[in-house]
């Protein structure tokens, strides 16, 4: 990315940041390192097995991510509209899997 894009980028994820803790919505947030930096885990037989790189090839990763409060789905995807403006960049929303019933 041409380094002024990338500070017009910077500046816009600061701005949607800012929204984020100013409207009590913001929890956490973190950059991740590339695919190539992974070590992969796997203890699903007698011992495990680890292996550097990621746990599956793909031409998309996840680079960062966002953890927000939202009353619901629409707010949260009302976000994700700012956050993907800001970033000039497809974002995925998911939300945390609910405890199972007692």
Known sequence: MDPAELAEVIAAVEAFNTALHEAGAFVSAGGLQPPSTAITVDY???????????????????????????????????????????????????????????
Do not use: C, H, M
């Not at 790189?53 to 998309?60: D, L, R, T, V, Y």
């Not at 960062?64 to 619901?72: K, M, P, R, S, V």
């Open 44 to 102: 699903s037989g007698d011992g495990p097995v680890l292996t550097p790189g990621p746990s599956i090839e793909a031409k998309e990763y996840l680079g960062g991510f966002w953890i927000i409060e939202a009353e619901n789905d629409d707010v949260a995807i009302e976000w994700a509209k700012q956050v993907s403006r800001a970033l000039r960049s497809r974002v995925e929303v998911r939300a945390f899997q609910e405890e199972p019933a007692s």
